[in-house]
């Protein structure tokens, strides 16, 4: 999709230049994506194959790490069965591109690792401490799930590394104080000093967050653009309810709470095998039943939302149930980590799915859809367990391959040609769209070389394409895409504010990717052509041009 490459590569470049969000420039997302391909832009150079190679290493690290986290949930070879999906629904697999909603879920899976190597592990203060520095890193990613996350991490600290001693008594396990050795899971002992470092960190981290925005940006402006701007893309009720509110969803998610309570009921030696498969089937039914669909029918369905995505409200059902029923219970146990899972995972979802939707937001949290399902596997009898895990990962995996081979995901986009192009040379290569976008693109890149003077700005609109990146230039406006949410601008502020620094290009893309694009500027051409007279017009683009006397406000 060059729209959502161009950007977070064109405010990368943008901050490699030495631009700083939210003070130079407008945009209602968390800073940590695009410095971090800042980074990259400035030390290796801009390059696809960069993007590649950072997508293939967040991808294994989040198969790893949310492996790490299933580990404390399920045992052995039942752990390895759950994230076997994870191959195919890691976020880069499902869209290759450096994005905030992985870069945020794989910065969680991080530190809750930390935070369990904290907790049943002896480890330094220093470790520790800096571990618990690592949980304002999400917030820095994606707001709507880093900072509800960090206020999950505070609540579970202070409760576990001050208030459940005295809560459940002084021999609650405390083991902060001497012993070296390492501590067994399962055990009831918890190395309180360690979390106590931990929540330590999440302070100091805060705060050096808040500086670090306060000194360069200003914390007014960070505000303003993360939370007043961005808050226009959050789902009202309508929204929530048509998310939330299919019936179909909640008679599955009664379905498999019914299976799990079934399993609960007696030990696994009275249990009659009728009932063992009466709830097995229950609750991995659905699964069967989606896979089924997707073989069977799945060109039929590939119209509407997608079979595997009907699943997120069933399991987060089943998980909040299960949560619940356990929760007096494990508020008095020592593994801080194992029991806020299920609430981590299901209140990260939630606030995930608020900008989008499931369909749209689920592509970077299927880590959280395995630890969901790795919660409610903890059944008794291991054979049981193990058949029902490789159970889970097989009918997911048979409903994961053809939403991923099909590019299910891309439905918004502009696919209607026939054959693909890909970029075969330069610093774009291996770029791969359907016709005629990426031809289109390049022709526009040899009219800019040759007729247009480095010297002079050019404005494109809607901004769909990697044009800054690619050709060196300087975004000469205060913003990067036009959209309702990265510009409050009208379209004639923006024009003003084009003329006011000397803009003489204007390039007018015809031909979207992304068709919602051109509701998004609506107007917005037709003013800039008001002003600005057509001298070119290529396949794709319109070229604009207009002198513009030298200004005495102009930057």
Excluded at 74 to 93: E, F, I, K, N, T
Excluded at 392 to 406: C, E, H, S
Excluded at 472 to 480: F, I, K, Y
Aim: overall charge positive; hydrophobic content about 50%.
């Amino acid at each position: 999709m060059l729209g959502d490459y161009a950007y977070i590569v064109d405010t990368a470049w943008r901050i490699a230049q030495g631009e700083v969000m939210y003070r130079d420039f407008g945009l209602p997302h968390s800073p940590l994506t695009f410095h971090v391909q800042a980074t990259l832009i400035k030390v290796f150079g801009f390059s696809y194959g960069v993007t590649a190679w950072y997508c293939t290493v967040v991808n294994v690290g989040y198969v790893l790490l949310t492996y790490g986290l299933v580990r404390v949930l399920v045992p052995g070879w039942s752990g390895v069965a759950l994230c076997v999906p994870l191959v195919w629904l890691a976020p880069h697999s499902i869209y290759p591109h450096p994005f905030y909603d992985p870069d945020a879920c794989w910065l969680v899976l991080l530190n809750l690792n930390l935070l369990h190597w904290v907790a049943t592990r002896r480890v330094g203060a220093v470790v520790a401490f800096l571990g618990g520095v690592t949980t304002v890193l999400p917030a820095l990613a994606k707001q709507n799930v880093g900072y509800p996350y960090v206020a999950l991490v505070v609540v579970a600290v202070v409760w576990w590394g001050w208030l459940r001693g005295r809560w459940v008594g002084a021999g609650a396990g405390s083991r902060g104080e001497g012993k070296g050795e390492s501590k067994a899971e399962g055990t009831a002992e918890l190395d309180v000093v360690g979390l106590r470092w931990f929540g330590a960190g999440v302070v100091v981290g805060v705060v050096g967050a808040a500086v670090w925005l306060g000194l360069t940006c200003g914390l007014g402006n960070y505000w303003r653009w993360v939370f007043a701007s961005a808050s226009r893309r959050l789902a009202d009720l309508t929204f929530i309810l048509e998310t939330y509110g299919n019936y179909e969803s909640w008679v599955l998610g009664g379905l498999m709470v019914l299976g799990w309570w079934l399993w609960q009921r007696k030990g696994e030696g009275a249990r009659p095998f009728w009932v063992a498969t009466a709830s097995a089937t229950l609750l991995l039914g659905p699964f069967v039943v989606v896979s089924a669909i997707t073989w069977l029918c799945g060109r039929f369905f590939v119209g509407f939302d997608y079979p595997l995505l009907s699943l997120w409200v069933p399991v987060m059902i089943l998980t909040l149930v299960v949560g619940l029923w356990q929760l007096p219970a494990v508020l008095s146990a020592s593994q801080p980590v194992r029991t806020m899972l299920p609430w981590i995972a299901v209140i990260l979802t939630f606030f995930s799915f608020l900008s989008q939707g499931h369909t749209g937001s689920s592509y970077g949290i299927w880590a959280l859809f395995v630890l969901m399902m790795a919660y409610a596997m903890p059944l008794p009898g291991k054979c049981w367990q193990l058949l029902m895990c490789w159970t889970f990962a097989t009918t997911l995996t048979l409903a994961a391959i053809p939403y991923v081979y099909r590019n299910i995901r891309l439905r918004y986009i502009d696919r209607r040609g026939k054959t693909l192009q890909t970029v075969t040379s330069g610093s774009f290569r291996g770029f791969t769209v359907h016709v005629p976008h990426l031809s289109n693109f390049f022709e526009l890149l040899d009219f800019v070389t040759k007729y247009i003077p480095e010297s002079e700005p050019v404005v494109c609109v809607p901004q769909e394409d990697p044009f800054y990146v690619m050709t060196g230039r300087r975004n000469p406006l205060p913003m990067v895409i036009f959209d309702r949410t990265a510009t409050p601008l009208s379209p004639e502020e923006i024009v003003e504010e084009a003329e006011r620094r000397q803009v003489k290009w204007v390039i007018v893309k015809r031909v979207l990717q992304f068709g919602g694009l051109a509701g998004e500027t609506k107007g917005l051409p037709e003013v800039f052509s008001e002003k600005y007279s057509r001298v070119a017009r290529l396949k794709g683009y319109d070229i604009l041009y207009r002198s513009a006397p030298a200004q005495v406000d102009s930057p």
